[in-house]
């Protein structure tokens, strides 16, 4: 194989890794994705395994021979040169550097880690517990409890199953990402219960990290399948092990980004009392007991 051969079965390789895990982390298997795309599952495999239309190794070849970027070439809209001329600073940019401009970018002065009020965030995979202890536990201290899911539903007067259905998943993140900036600016102490997905949208995650002492509450993988069966009222059937399969997949994926909140609550292997104990102890240790009181 010549090098440029080799350079190109490199490209394939690393553009099926990304298509996987992009799908991984947002919770989708192949089939779903095939029906929301319109392709096969046989070709999101193939693309998947390194084996992609020879149409995306012809445009690169062009934007080589050009010397500009693939991504130039293929956003869905027109780059200014201010952008392009960013998007290359950036990339030479130091971690504070980034961080700063991230900041001023938000709008915000949240990059040292601070929040200004009381309000917390849980994360998780589905099962972990979070609209359950966030419930419970705001009900302890005496705070306002709020499920995104919910929030988003009221806001737009559409279930999620109908929101995902009119306006798809690009859709649902925009309003999940309008309807969490608009909790941000929750004038009391809140308790915010996110999506699992919550964590595949960047620039909503950041701005959920920057907003909001961030708690991820963590469980075997084996206490994840087990809770969403009890919650559904499904038995388990013959295609268990596909599903434990899958759930290990998306949680390996999401790990290092549910890895990225302020803290961690382990929720395995112990009863509910106990998790609201821990729950509410993560708090109190970001923002102290005296806080609780003012608020309760």
Do not use: C
């Amino acid at each position: 194989m010549s090098g440029a051969a080799e350079q190109e079965a490199l490209f394939l390789t690393e553009l099926g890794r990304r298509v996987r895990h992009a799908r991984t982390v947002r919770g989708l298997s192949r089939k779903l994705l095939s029906q929301t795309s319109g392709l096969s599952e046989r070709y999101i495999a193939q693309l998947e395994g390194g084996q992609g239309n020879v149409s995306i190794i012809l445009l690169r070849r062009v934007a080589n021979a050009m010397g500009v970027r693939l991504d130039d070439l293929i956003a869905g809209q027109d780059l200014t040169p201010d952008w392009q001329v960013m998007r290359d600073l950036v990339a030479q940019a130091a971690p504070e550097q980034i961080a700063a401009a991230k900041a001023l970018l938000a709008g915000n002065q949240l990059a040292d880690g601070t929040v200004p009020k009381p309000r917390v965030a849980v994360i998780g995979l589905r099962g972990a517990g979070k609209s359950t202890l966030g419930r419970l536990t705001a009900e302890r201290l005496g705070w306002t409890f709020v499920e995104l899911n919910a929030e988003i539903e009221r806001e737009n007067a559409l279930s999620v199953k109908e929101i995902f259905a009119i306006y798809g998943q690009e859709g649902y993140r925009r309003l999940e990402q309008a309807a969490l900036r608009r909790l941000t600016e929750h004038p009391g102490p809140l308790i915010l219960a996110t999506s699992g997905g919550i964590v595949a949208e960047p620039l909503t995650y950041d701005l959920l990290l920057q907003a909001f002492f961030t708690v991820w509450l963590r469980a075997r993988p084996e206490e994840h399948m087990q809770r969403v069966r009890d919650q559904d009222n499904l038995a388990p059937t013959g295609d268990h092990a596909t599903a434990m399969q899958e759930l290990r997949a998306v949680l390996a994926s999401r790990e290092p980004l549910y890895a990225r909140a302020s803290t961690v609550v382990d929720t395995s292997d112990v009863p509910i009392e106990v998790m609201v104990d821990r729950l509410t102890a993560a708090i109190e240790a970001r923002f102290g007991t005296q806080e609780r009181r003012r608020s309760a």
